[in-house]
């Protein structure tokens, strides 16, 4: 396994708080109170589950952020800004991963 771009599955549970998880790593999730508490705790425990797998951490390891609201689920790029949606987590990832393309060919990084 290598260092990469991570994928964030996020949940919330009935006490309303935010739960993500790298499905990727053993054992790497977190909690908090809300979605950036969350991730700024999930960027904690990924930094220490990489170091115990001897990899590298990335400057930005989150590729995207999936969750569900309602029937759809949504996948986020944070570095990016962009976001879609899709019926399956894999079909949200798939048209996110089209947007940032468009988004990228529209304005390319300098």
Do not use: W
Not at 40 to 67: D, G, Q, W
């Amino acid at each position: 396994m290598k260092a990469d771009l991570f994928t964030v599955h996020v949940d919330q549970d009935e006490a309303g708080m935010f739960i993500g998880t790298i499905r990727s790593i053993p054992s790497c999730h977190s909690e908090g109170e809300t979605q950036a508490a969350m991730l700024k705790n999930l960027s904690e425990v990924l930094e220490l589950c990489l170091r115990n797998l001897n990899l590298p951490r990335p400057k930005s390891p989150f590729a995207a952020i999936v969750h569900k609201e309602q029937n759809l689920y949504v996948a986020e790029s944070p570095e990016f800004g962009t976001a879609s949606q899709g019926v399956t987590e894999e079909e949200a990832l798939q048209n996110l991963q089209e947007a940032t393309e468009l988004y990228l060919a529209e304005f390319p990084a300098q």
